[in-house]
């Protein structure tokens, strides 16, 4: 399984550009969460789906960001204007639905707004 | 709302030395509880987990953690670093019912020196 994949690796834009980060979960996983490390406010979740639908978007800092899961194998997230707080990295995650189980990481998207 | 404290936030090692860090939940009921390491400039990793069970738990790279839940602890040790240990620790916690996302720590900064 090649894992949870993120694209673009590094987004460089700037403030005020619309900014998408996509997201391919493993196949088969029902869990699908958005993460942003930040140096000053650590690992904060944005958004969680369970089975494409959005469960707890309450991390969601402003309506400035939005998710969407149209299908089970692809998520976004937009930034609409983007402004140079919003510079971080954003992981997304996936896990299956089972208790016992652990998220899977992708790489993550190194987003500089300038 | 379960809250994830680590208390060393950067610690400094000689090769060989031993690790404990530290790890405290709040959270009432029945949690799953994670370790996860970030290498400089990668994705978080999963060290090890536990659930339930033996409360020793062990994990890759000759990492245990011990589950204390009369303490809400869950502290990472290793007998004998190595500087390929140097990277950044996160403890996580989710609900066993309920809420699935992770909740994470704010990370130690473990830095081996050889």
């Known amino acids: 399984d090649a894992g949870v994949i993120q694209s673009p690796r590094h987004e460089v834009t700037e403030m005020g550009q619309e900014v998408t980060l996509r997201c391919k979960p493993i196949s088969g996983h029902d869990y699908l969460f958005w993460y942003r490390q930040t140096m000053m406010r650590g690992l904060e979740l944005l958004i969680y789906f369970n089975n494409n639908v959005p469960i707890d978007d309450s991390g969601m800092p402003e309506d400035r960001f939005s998710a969407k899961m149209p299908n089970a194998s692809f998520s976004t997230l937009k930034i609409q204007p983007s402004e140079p707080r919003d510079s971080a990295v954003y992981f997304c995650?996936?896990?299956?639905?089972?208790?016992?189980?652990?998220?899977?990481f992708g790489q993550g998207t190194r987003l500089t707004v300038v | 709302a379960q809250s994830v404290s680590q208390h060393n936030h950067h610690v400094i090692l000689s090769e060989a030395a031993s690790l404990e860090l530290g790890c405290n939940y709040s959270y009432g009921g029945t949690v799953n509880l994670f370790w996860y390491v970030q290498y400089p400039g990668q994705h978080l990793q999963l060290l090890l987990k536990?659930?339930?069970?033996?409360?020793l738990v062990k994990g890759i790279k000759g990492f245990e953690a011990e589950f204390i839940k009369s303490k809400f602890s869950f502290n990472l040790r290793k007998p004998s670093v190595q500087w390929s240990d140097t990277a950044e620790y996160f403890c996580a916690v989710n609900v066993y019912t309920g809420r699935r996302a992770l909740t994470f720590g704010s990370g130690t900064r473990l830095q081996v020196q050889p």
């Open positions: 995650a996936s896990s299956l639905f089972v208790q016992n189980t652990e998220a899977f």
């Open positions: 536990y659930f339930s069970g033996d409360p």
